[in-house]
């Protein structure tokens, strides 16, 4: 077919353009196989050029029998195009590979066309630089407190609203013949659990794991746990998932990560991380809204001696109403001269909580100035050479 085509350009006398000579020259491929849809990364010097046209295709061929649609389909996809254009990628990134993080596991179990591996990518990398970015600016923050900001920041329920806000449409059944651009996963019947079970099984190396009456310590969560503090589910709760279906947070989550897993591998380091830095770390998120002090008293007491600062003292800085129905006080919590914190109430004793309160806040909370990440060596430049280590502190109250 090729040397035909070529024979009758020559004879008739015309040149081919681009578009007529890649639609002469490409064959057609055949309904019944599939290629991976993970295209290869493209050369640097295509960055500033355009994406490819549409390739052609039969509309004759049917795709229903496959689970998912073909990766040729993608160039033909609005909806993919949009979305590539939508969340500003780079032309590096094929629209191939695109599709392939729409699809997930539940939908496709082929592990050449669905999205597991990039969404174990997307999620190691979401875990680094969430974490080191949240350490280097507050290198005070308690552990728990730190579970609880990488949860709100890329947690099972942060992800699904980024996901809606991208404007990604979700299948009603996955299958060849769906456009590209949508969604595609296989949807639990309604009312039937996740797990058989009701719950995950266990796949960490915690000395009795299966044991629900072993008391789990902080320490133990950064070893044995996952980025959030929570045990680990195993291969076997996600082969039960594949199987029986997943839900739809589950797999926007999974689409998320697929993402940023899918920048990294075709764009690079650099643009993995200003992606993810304009998606997920531009939100706003109250990090003192996150605490749940239990005695603050006595963990102020104890910050101090360790500290080598004088004992807490709580003084009533102005009071107003002590006789009437609704008083208010305002208490100081002092070290020395140097005022720690300031809180007010209904009652004194009330005051003096919110101070300690106040206090141990501003203490967790501290963040320096000129915070240099240790990813900014990686990237080279002019961060890298003013390179400054990260302030390192002793860490929470132990009580």
């Not at 939508?86 to 050449?112: C, E, K, W, Y």
């Not at 920041?153 to 699904?160: D, Q, R, S």
């Amino acid at each position: 077919m090729r040397a035909q085509c070529l024979r009758t350009a020559r004879w008739q006398g015309w040149r081919l353009s681009m578009r007529q000579r890649t639609s002469c020259l490409q064959q057609q491929r055949p309904p019944d196989r599939r290629f991976q849809s993970t295209a290869s990364a493209l050369a640097p010097d295509y960055e500033d050029s355009v994406l490819p046209g549409p390739a052609p295709l039969d509309d004759s061929l049917n795709f229903a029998h496959l689970p998912s649609p073909p990766p040729v389909r993608a160039l033909r996809s609005a909806k993919l195009a949009a979305l590539h254009a939508r969340l500003s990628l780079s032309p590096r990134l094929p629209l191939q590979t695109l599709a392939r993080t729409l699809v997930d596991s539940s939908a496709d179990s082929n592990p050449h066309f669905n999205n597991a591996s990039l969404s174990q990518l997307g999620n190691d990398l979401m875990a680094y630089h969430c974490t080191e970015h949240i350490i280097c600016h507050f290198p005070r923050i308690p552990t728990p407190v730190l579970f609880a900001a990488l949860f709100a920041y890329i947690g099972p329920k942060a992800l699904p609203s980024l996901v809606r806000d991208w404007g990604v449409e979700t299948a009603a059944e996955p299958g060849g013949e769906v456009d590209p651009g949508l969604l595609q996963y296989k949807p639990l019947p309604p009312g039937e659990p996740l797990y058989p079970s009701g719950r995950a099984p266990l796949a960490s190396n915690r000395p009795n794991a299966h044991n629900t009456h072993w008391r789990k310590s902080v320490s133990a969560s950064i070893v044995y746990d996952n980025e959030f503090g929570d045990p680990v589910s195993g291969h076997a709760g996600e082969a039960v998932g594949k199987a029986r279906g997943s839900t739809l947070d589950l797999a926007q989550t999974r689409f998320a990560r697929a993402v940023l897993g899918a920048v990294y591998l075709h764009c690079g380091r650099s643009a993995a991380k200003s992606f993810f830095t304009a998606h997920v770390l531009s939100r706003h998120l109250s990090f003192s809204s996150l605490f749940d002090f239990r005695e603050p008293t006595r963990d102020l007491s104890r910050l101090c001696a360790r500290e080598g600062f004088e004992g807490p003292v709580a003084r009533l800085i102005s009071e107003t109403g002590r006789h009437s129905r609704h008083p208010v006080y305002i208490v100081g919590v002092y070290s020395g001269d140097d005022k720690l914190g300031e809180g007010s109430g209904s009652s004194l004793d009330e005051a003096r909580t919110r101070a300690a309160v106040a206090a141990l806040k501003s203490w967790y909370l501290y963040s320096p100035l000129d915070v240099r990440l240790p990813s900014d060596v990686e990237d080279g430049g002019l961060k890298a050479q003013q390179w400054k280590p990260a302030m390192i502190d002793g860490g929470e109250v132990i009580v």
